[in-house]
């Protein structure tokens, strides 16, 4: 599996917020760096879902997913599952 360059631009970062001497300078980094992070999370969970479900429709088993990208089958199987509810086939709304 391919690996991108983010993981050393973000221990870099890391080792800079720590070496900060200033507690309050420290912090106010550390807490820019858990936004960004954080702000990113979601989409980065939904490339890496429809990511997944490409590969289900191209044939890919939840084994093979579950190899390569070290997740539990289960876990792809939740990641697959598609999130859109259907529609009611009584015509009620739900509920």
Do not use: C
Not at 80 to 93: A, N
């Amino acid at each position: 599996m391919k690996q991108g360059n983010l993981a050393p631009v973000l221990e870099a970062e890391l080792k800079r917020i720590a070496a900060i001497r200033d507690p309050e300078e420290r912090a106010y980094a550390a807490t820019q760096l858990i936004e960004i992070l954080q702000q990113n999370v979601v989409s980065t969970a939904e490339i890496r879902s429809e990511s997944l479900r490409a590969l289900r429709a191209d044939g890919w088993s939840l084994g093979q997913i579950s190899r390569v990208f070290g997740i539990t089958r289960a876990r792809v199987a939740q990641l697959t599952v598609d999130r859109l509810v259907p529609p009611s086939t009584d015509g009620h709304h739900g509920g």
